[in-house]
């Protein structure tokens, strides 16, 4: 089985800025700062899955009509119980949320039983976190969403690997 979720991955700039507020968080609420080419916003997660359905999972995602969009965090905040602190935003742009129900929708056309839990925006900073992280607003970090990745969670290796990206329209990619 393969552990497979949609995600957004920040352009270099936004990267490097969000691996640095990973790390002052961790230090300051004791956790384990996410490593800086981990960091992503998850659309979708799917948990484990047959790799014999990838095929049709790429399917469901060709159908995804999306617009590029910038994407600022400008929030942080966390979750007591996961023990995650994460970076959000205070007012999702529409299109995050029109591209996150579209995908979500065609997943379950296509036969598939994804996280039921309502859509919560985050990118997860930390891990492991023993303070409680207060909700703040910070400097915003910025990019702009030109596409959206299949990606596995190799669990042993604690790493990801990209399956595939689609690019949404109306960019200059
Ligand atoms: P998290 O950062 O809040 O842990 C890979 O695990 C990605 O899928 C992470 O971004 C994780 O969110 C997200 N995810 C969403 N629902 C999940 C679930 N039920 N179990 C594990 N990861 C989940």
Known sequence: ???????????????????????????RCGGRPVPAPNLHLTLVFLGEVDPARIGALRRAADGVAGRTFDLGLDCIGGFRRAGVAWA??????????????????RIREGGFSPDERAFAPHLTLARRVREPVEPEDVEPVSWPVRAFALVESARDAGAYRR???WLLGGGTT
């Open 1 to 27: 089985m393969a552990r497979l979720f949609f995600a957004l991955w920040p352009d270099d700039r936004a990267r490097d800025a969000l691996g640095a507020r990973a790390r002052e968080i961790a230090g």
């Open 163 to 165: 399956l595939g990206e």
């Open 88 to 105: 959000g935003c205070r007012h999702p742009p529409a299109q995050l949320l029109a591209l996150q129900a579209e995908l979500d929708r």
